[in-house]
C-alpha cells in the first residue's frame, strides 16, 4: 500500500500511522465525503482460513459497540486484495495516543481521573456484549483534542460464547497483563487490571513494577507496588484493590470500578469547590459561579449532579455560620445572665435590669420587637423600684423589744393563736401526694397525615443524609404551593427511593434505629405519591427493623424506648396489613410500659407511673384480646389519687 493510493475506489491514503503483528494502519480521506478516516489493513499472513470464521464472529460482535463514545467507532468493513485479508474503515481521532502524552510527564490527578471513567465507560459497553479486550494498553487508549479518552484495536478482542465466560490463550502485551492472563484461564477482570496499571504509571509517571518481564511477573503475582506513596493520596486504596494479587479482592466489573473512581472525581470537586464556597463573602457573587462551573467543566461533572453538590455545600455553609452565631450569642447571654446573677446577690437590681436588658436583645432580630424590649425595660428602669432586704432574725427580736408593753403584749397573743402548742398523742398520717390525671393516650402517626409527618420529620435536620433530603422535600413544597401535583408526585417517589436506599445503606451499618427510621419515611413518601405496593413493602421493612431494635432496648432494660419501637413496629406492621405482627408487637408494648411503670411505682413517682397505666391501656384499646399487663395497669390506677 503506497501512501496517495486510492482503495476500493473512495479512499485515498494520506499517512502512514502505525503497524503491528497483525495489521497496519493508515489516515485516509473519503473521496465522496472529503471526511478523513483511519484504515486498518489487516494481513492475510496473520488470518488463514481456518481463522476467517472467527474473524467474522468477532466483527459482527463488536459491530454493536462501535457507535459508543468511549470506543474508537468502525464506519464499515471492507474486503481487501493483494496482501491484506480487509480493511477496517475506523473514525480518525485527531489527538494523540495516551502513551504519548505519558511521555510528557505525570498527569494530574483530574486528568486522570477523567481518562479512567472513560476507559471504564468503554469496557462497560464491550462487557455488555461479552467482548474482552485483553490489550488495554496507553498506546490502545487514544485522546481527543478534549482529552476524551477512547479505546481501540479490538483486534485480539475475546467474543465470549453462551457457555464460556472464561478465556484460555494468552494474549495481549505482557507488560500490561493481569497474572492471572499468563496462566490461561482469565475474564473480563483482566481488562480492569490493565486499566488500573496504566492509570498508577499514568498520574505517577511511572510502572508500579520494575524488572525484566520475568521480574515484572512475579511482583504482580505476589502485589508488591512499588512506591505507592507517589500516588495521590485519594487514588491509593483504589490502586491497592485495583492491584490486589488475589482476582477475588479486586473490582469484580468496569461498573464497580466507574463507581469508585466517580467517588472519587464527586469527593475530589467537593473539597475544591468547598474551599471556594467558604473563601467566598458573597454566595451570588458572579466570579464565585464563574469559577464553580470552571471546576464542573474540569472535572466533566453534569450540571445536575454539580448543582446538587454545590447546593449541599452552601447549604452547609449556612448550617456552620447558623450555628457559630449561635454558640457566640449563647456565650454573650450566659455572660449577661453570670453578671445578672453576681448583681442579684449584692442586691444591686438596677445592674440586674440591665444585663437582662443585653441579654433579651441579643435573642431577637425583628426591629419592632427589639424596640418593644427596650420600652419594657425602659419603664422598669423609670419605675425607681426599690427591693428591700429581707430582715434577719436578730433584727425581728430588737424591733419587738422596742415595742410598747400593750402592743408587745398584743404581739405574744397573736403568736399563741397562731401555733397552738401540740398535743400529747398526736396520730400523723403521711399524705400520698395527688397525681394529675393525663388525657387519653394517642398515636400522633396514626391519626396525622403522611404529607403533616414529612413535614415534621425534615424541620429538624440531625444525620447527613438528611440534607439532601430536605432539599427534595423543599422542592416539593415549592411545586405544592404552585399546584403542580404530578411534579409533586415525582418527587414524593424520589425521595422514598431515596430513603429506601439510605435505609439499605444503615443495613450494612447495623444502625437498626436509621434503617427503621429511613424504611418508614420511605413509606410516608411512597404513601403520598400513591404507590402503595411499594409503601407497604418499606412498612413491612420498617417494623421488622423496629422490632429488632424495641429487642435490643429490652436487652439494655430501657423499658421505655422499648416501648415506643414496638409501637412504631405496630404502627408500620398495621399499614403492611400483617394484623398478627401488630397484636404481638401491642403485647410486648404493654409488657415494656408495665416494667417502666412497676419501677416508677417502687420509686414513688406516681405520676410517671399513672402515665405509663394510661399508655397501657390506650395500647390494650387496639388489641383484639388484650394482656394481664392492661387489666394490671387499670387495677394500680385505681389506687393512686388523682387531683380532682
Known sequence: MQIDQLILGK??????????????????????????????????????????????????????IWGHPNIVSIHTVEPGEDDYVAWIVMEYVEGKSLHDLMQEGALSLTDTLNIGLDICRGLKAAHAHKIMHRDIKPQNILLTTGK????????????????????????????????????????????????????????????????????????????????????????????????????????????????????????EYVKQASQLIDASVNSNNPRLAEALERYRKTFRLSLADAERMNQ???????????????????TQVQRHYTLATRYIESQDFRSVLSELHKASRLCIDEQDLTETIDDVFDELSAANMVFPSSPTVEEIVVLIQKLPENENAVLRTWFEHQIPAPEETT??????????????????????????????????????????AFRIFRQIQIYEQQGRTRQCHVLYRKLGRFYQKQANNFVKKDDLELVANCYTRARFAYTVAEKQRLARKNAKKGGIYYTRLARQFELQRSWEEAGKSYILAAYNHGYANLPSLVEECHRMATVCYFNAAESAH???DLQTAYDYYTLILAVGEKMSTPTKMVSEAQKLMSEIPVES
Open 312 to 330: 449541599n455545600l452552601f447549604f452547609q455553609r449556612r448550617q456552620n455560620e447558623e450555628n457559630g452565631k449561635r454558640e457566640k450569642i449563647a
Open 602 to 604: 417502687l420509686n414513688d
Open 427 to 468: 396520730d400523723i398520717t403521711p399524705i400520698r401526694p395527688r397525681v394529675r390525671a393525663t388525657g387519653s393516650y394517642r398515636l400522633v402517626m396514626e391519626e396525622a397525615s403522611p404529607e403533616f409527618l414529612l413535614d415534621q420529620v425534615h424541620s429538624d435536620i440531625q444525620y447527613p443524609h438528611e440534607i439532601e
Open 148 to 267: 476524551e479518552a477512547k479505546v481501540a484495536d479490538f483486534s485480539i478482542a475475546r467474543i465470549f460464547g453462551e457457555t464460556t465466560e472464561f478465556a484460555e490463550t494468552m494474549a495481549g502485551t505482557r507488560r500490561y497483563m493481569a497474572p492471572e492472563q499468563h496462566y490461561g484461564a482469565y475474564d473480563y477482570r483482566a481488562d480492569l487490571y490493565s486499566t488500573a496499571l496504566i492509570l498508577y504509571q499514568a498520574v505517577t509517571g511511572r510502572f508500579p513494577f520494575s524488572g525484566e518481564n520475568k521480574e515484572i511477573d512475579k511482583k504482580k503475582a505476589a502485589g508488591e507496588i512499588e512506591e505507592i506513596h507517589r500516588c495521590p493520596e485519594v487514588l491509593r486504596n483504589f490502586l491497592q484493590k485495583a492491584l490486589h494479587r488475589q482476582l477475588s479482592e479486586r473490582h469484580q466489573s468496569a461498573d464497580e470500578m466507574y463507581e469508585e473512581l466517580d467517588r472519587i472525581r464527586q469527593d
Open 11 to 64: 479512499y485515498r491514503l494520506l499517512e502512514f500511522l502505525n503497524s503491528g503483528g497483525f495489521s497496519s494502519v493508515f489516515r485516509a480521506r473519503e473521496e465522496m465525503t472529503n471526511r478523513e478516516v483511519a484504515i486498518k489493513a489487516l494481513a492475510k499472513t496473520a488470518y488463514p482460513a481456518s481463522r476467517m470464521k472467527f474473524l467474522l464472529t468477532e466483527f459482527q460482535a463488536m459491530s454493536k
